[in-house]
């Protein structure tokens, strides 16, 4: 069984060597995956965030674009190899199960975008297998770590970058599992996705109520090209990706609905109503005011605009085509253009 630091030797070999030598060592690579204890290993090095001594003779520029890409290499690995063995004793023990568990919240300041997304999927993969009887507080965790960053952040007129990057990377987290969760077409996924949409649902109303309250107020033509006004909207439009899953879902599924149901869905169709038509506006005027050369922050703020309402109109859509009838009578529903 390899130990942590031959495994990290054959990822260095396999991101490092020419072309020539690529087939075989991802062959050397794929066999030595094939031990047991080997997801944890590669979260392992994934968290590796210091210089390793195996890449030690290379110059400083060099090692550290190395060591990024040896842990990108880890994590896309890990997220691959997931869902075979997270299920499978043989390959995974409990012993790393609780520590693989722990170590996936361990990336929430991460800053490589390819690193943390793959902990993600990896994230939601584990969470198909054990949510809710072998992980029953994986949601509660996710959602702390959001309640604390994002209140933070709605506390401070001048957000320290950290507050605004685990805010992000926790949305980004409860994002991925809840996206798995409404995938599932099975009775055990319908099983799954009412207990995790009964204990995300009011926790997610008035967290997105508050983050579109924030953007309101911070999102103005002299604020557009700060970098804390992107964090602003993108985790804004993370909390709306969250709630607009398990509304679409429970919207799709129920046929009749309760009254409580039907006051539910009549204030997600209002807030996101208002929202889009908000958005819209602002980044009508936004685009006015930057012109056609926006500097990189502004152009990345009007393509967070653009998604966030985009993605609110493909919720309407959804919705319409998913229930007609109950669509229409839905406050305000006729103002808006399909």
């Given at each position: 069984?390899?130990?942590?630091?031959?495994?990290?030797?054959?990822?260095?070999?396999?991101?490092?060597?020419?072309?020539?030598?690529?087939?075989?060592?991802?062959?050397?690579?794929?066999?030595?995956?094939?031990?047991?204890?080997?997801?944890?290993?590669?979260?392992?090095?994934?968290?590796?965030?210091?210089?390793?001594?195996?890449?030690?003779?290379?110059?400083?520029?060099?090692?550290?674009?190395?060591?990024?890409?040896?842990?990108?290499?880890?994590?896309?690995?890990?997220?691959?190899?997931?869902?075979?063995?997270?299920?499978?004793?043989?390959?995974?023990?409990?012993?790393?199960?609780?520590?693989?568990?722990?170590?996936?919240?361990?990336?929430?300041?991460?800053?490589?975008?390819?690193?943390?997304?793959?902990?993600?999927?990896?994230?939601?993969?584990?969470?198909?297998?054990?949510?809710?009887?072998?992980?029953?507080?994986?949601?509660?965790?996710?959602?702390?770590?959001?309640?604390?960053?994002?209140?933070?952040?709605?506390?401070?007129?001048?957000?320290?970058?950290?507050?605004?990057?685990?805010?992000?990377?926790s949305l980004g987290l409860l994002n991925a599992v809840l996206k798995e969760f409404v995938s599932m077409r099975s009775p055990i996924g319908t099983q799954i996705c009412t207990k995790a949409s009964a204990k995300v649902y009011?926790?997610?109303?008035?967290?997105?109520?508050?983050?579109?309250?924030?953007?309101?107020?911070?999102?103005?033509?002299?604020?557009?090209?700060l970098p804390s006004t992107v964090y602003d909207v993108e985790i804004t439009r993370l909390s709306w990706k969250c709630w607009s899953k398990m509304m679409l879902w429970a919207w799709g599924r129920n046929k009749k609905l309760?009254?409580?149901?039907?006051?539910?869905?009549?204030?997600?169709?209002?807030?996101?109503?208002?929202?889009?038509?908000?958005m819209w506006n602002y980044r009508m005027g936004a685009v006015q005011v930057a012109g056609s050369s926006p500097d990189g922050v502004t152009a990345q703020c009007l393509e967070l605009l653009t998604k966030l309402v985009r993605?609110?109109?493909?919720?309407?859509?959804?919705?319409?085509?998913?229930?007609?009838?109950?669509?229409?009578?839905?406050?305000?529903?006729?103002?808006?253009?399909?």
């Open positions: 069984m390899a130990s942590v630091d031959e495994l990290y030797a054959a990822i260095l070999k396999y991101v490092s060597e020419g072309p020539s030598a690529m087939k075989q060592n991802e062959a050397a690579l794929q066999e030595m995956l094939k031990g047991q204890g080997m997801l944890l290993k590669l979260q392992q090095i994934a968290l590796r965030r210091d210089i390793d001594p195996i890449v030690r003779s290379v110059d400083a520029g060099e090692k550290n674009q190395r060591i990024t890409k040896n842990r990108q290499q880890a994590i896309v690995q890990a997220k691959n190899n997931t869902q075979l063995q997270w299920k499978s004793r043989a390959k995974t023990s409990e012993e790393d199960l609780v520590q693989l568990r722990q170590n996936v919240f361990l990336f929430i300041d991460e800053p490589d975008e390819v690193v943390a997304r793959n902990n993600q999927m990896m994230l939601a993969k584990a969470a198909r297998v054990d949510f809710p009887n072998r992980w029953p507080d994986l949601l509660d965790t996710i959602m702390g770590h959001i309640q604390v960053n994002v209140q933070a952040r709605l506390a401070s007129p001048s957000p320290d970058e950290g507050v605004l990057l685990r805010s992000r990377r009011p926790f997610l109303a008035p967290l997105v109520e508050q983050l579109t309250a924030l953007l309101n107020t911070s999102l103005t033509p002299a604020t557009i090209n309760s009254p409580e149901e039907e006051q539910a869905f009549r204030d997600f169709f209002s807030a996101s109503s208002s929202t889009v038509q908000q993605g609110l109109g493909k919720s309407f859509r959804k919705m319409q085509t998913g229930a007609a009838a109950r669509f229409v009578v839905l406050p305000g529903s006729t103002d808006l253009v399909m």
